[in-house]
């Protein structure tokens, strides 16, 4: 049991520092031709955006550098994973008692998991990639136009992330709103002390995503 246990921590916490790595994307399938932008909202994201990219090498040195960062995360994320599945499958194999069963199944779930999340990271990486394959394998495109296309891809990309927030903070706002209301019509102390700490959870997660 000590072995699965130390095994267990080498894991994660390898894992936990390659997920360090990982930026957090807006994932969106794009619906809407690239000619059909809203160039009035996109002129003044361009101006405040931290995902802008002036043209299309800056973009693609952006690209090639992320994408070594996720093979290596992918890799690093495989080779724990499969690493944990041989050892959480002796645990297994065995275990004396129903608790270890679980716990070692538990366990050789989330690492045959890894394996799939590494592979995902590994082969597609993120939007950015799929975007930069598209447009980097259509023939025909001049500069200027491949420029165009980088600059109405991050405009989009910053109003989603702008939505997404919004959305974040009224859903987290909300959350917070109906557990202190009902904390403070309840009865009994113990669901009272119940809805107040979700309220004061979901309060700082509001407070979080705002500033």
Not at 42 to 58: A, L, V
Not at 85 to 102: F, K, N
Not at 114 to 127: E, L, V
Not at 151 to 156: G, V
């Amino acid at each position: 049991m000590k072995a699965f246990w130390l095994s267990f921590l080498i894991f994660f916490s390898s894992a936990s520092s390659l997920a360090k790595l990982k930026d957090n994307e807006v994932i969106k399938e794009y619906k809407e031709s690239f000619s059909a932008v809203r160039p009035d909202l996109y002129s003044n994201i361009h101006k405040t955006s931290n995902e802008y990219w002036k043209d299309w090498n800056s973009f693609e040195s952006y690209i090639l550098d992320k994408q070594d960062i996720h093979e290596k995360q992918g890799l690093g994320y495989m080779i724990s994973g499969a690493l944990m599945t041989v050892l959480t499958s002796i645990g297994y194999a065995q275990a004396d008692s129903a608790t270890q069963e679980i716990t070692y199944s538990l366990a050789q779930s989330l690492s045959i998991g890894a394996i799939g999340y590494g592979a995902y990271q590994y082969y597609i990486g993120d939007q950015d990639r799929s975007f930069y394959y598209i447009v980097n394998s259509t023939e025909g495109l001049s500069s200027a136009q491949r420029d165009q296309f980088v600059s109405h891809y991050s405009a989009e990309k910053r109003y989603q992330k702008d939505r997404l927030k919004t959305i974040t903070m009224i859903t987290y706002g909300l959350i917070a709103a109906a557990n202190l209301i009902n904390a403070s019509q309840a009865e009994d102390e113990t669901t009272k002390d119940v809805l107040y700490s979700l309220g004061g959870v979901y309060t700082l997660a509001f407070l979080s995503v705002t500033f």
